[in-house]
């Protein structure tokens, strides 16, 4: 079975910073794109932040755009946010995303909560 596992998440205060791993198993997600998104408390999912295979090409939301970073290692199968300068307005569960290059199943992790307190 192909899953996405993310791992750092916790209570972290303003100004602060955290570094959120997901860890694929399953199958090699070398050619995916991969992805973080976030849903806050009576929110909607949203886009956080993306990363292409070749890892060259990023993208960002406008409002966590040069507070955190995406990268990936796919020789571990991982992808990284790192996230600084935190604001409580980034509360929220932060979920891994796996989309194939050319169309099928989109892989989601179960989500690793993050907490920033003011």
């Known amino acids: 079975q192909a899953q996405l596992v993310e791992s750092g998440g916790g209570l972290v205060q303003a100004g602060g910073s955290l570094r959120l791993s997901c860890a694929a198993s399953?199958?090699?997600?070398?050619?995916?794109?991969m992805g973080w998104f976030r849903q806050a408390p009576g929110k909607e999912r949203e886009f956080v932040a993306r990363i292409r295979w070749s890892g060259g090409s990023t993208s960002y939301a406008d409002s966590v755009k040069g507070r955190f970073t995406i990268s990936r290692d796919n020789a571990k199968n991982t992808v990284y946010l790192q996230m600084n300068s935190l604001k409580p307005e980034d509360t929220a569960v932060y979920y891994c995303n796996a989309d194939p290059p050319l169309g099928g199943i989109n892989y989601w992790g179960k989500g690793t909560l993050v907490t920033v307190s003011s």
């Open positions: 399953g199958r090699t997600f070398v050619s995916y794109t």
